[in-house]
């Protein structure tokens, strides 16, 4: 068989690895992989190489697996500060800033850092720093 390949492997690779973050059961599937090739007989430092991931991390894995089978591959809850806005405003603020900021009442042409501050302040009462609300933009706006 010929050898396939894949044009700009780094941005189909960034792509692929957001669809496998994106949820609880493609981090589970990503998880399920890992141990079924440790099974199939390549380390943990080979299967790291594989999936992208780091050789502990997969030794974390098969030592799950083998203390709890299944269930210890599922998804605990995640440490962290909570979210600051809800699934319901993050998505308003999304097709917010789709539109104009005129639109919302703001003198700028196009949204920023600083006038998205100023928007959550004034529309959702929340205080974030610029740096978040530059990347809280740069991701809604993607």
Same mark, same amino acid.
């Given at each position: 068989?010929r ?12 792509v ?11 981090r ?8 079924l090739?440790v099974c199939?007989?390549l ?9 992208g @991931?780091?050789? @502990? ?5 098969? @030592?799950?697996?083998e203390n709890d089978?299944?269930?210890g ?14 699934s ?6 999304q097709r ?8 919302c009442?703001?003198p700028?042409?196009?949204?920023t ?12 009462g @929340?205080?974030?720093?610029?740096r ?11």
């Amino acid at each position: 068989m010929r050898r396939l390949n894949i044009t700009n492997t780094r941005t189909n690779e960034q792509v692929i690895w957001r669809e496998i973050l994106r949820s609880r059961e493609s981090r589970y599937d990503h998880r399920l992989h890992g141990v079924l090739s440790v099974c199939r007989g390549l380390s943990c430092y080979e299967t790291a190489a594989v999936w992208g @991931r780091s050789p @502990r991390s997969v030794e974390h894995w098969v @030592r799950r697996y083998e203390n709890d089978g299944l269930r210890g591959l599922m998804e605990k809850g995640r440490p962290g500060r909570p979210a600051v806005l809800s699934s319901a405003e993050l998505a308003r603020l999304q097709r917010q800033l789709l539109s104009d900021p005129v639109r919302c009442g703001w003198p700028e042409r196009r949204w920023t850092g600083q006038v998205l501050r100023a928007h959550l302040a004034r529309d959702y009462g @929340r205080a974030l720093g610029l740096r978040q609300c530059q990347r809280l933009l740069r991701r809604l706006s993607a």
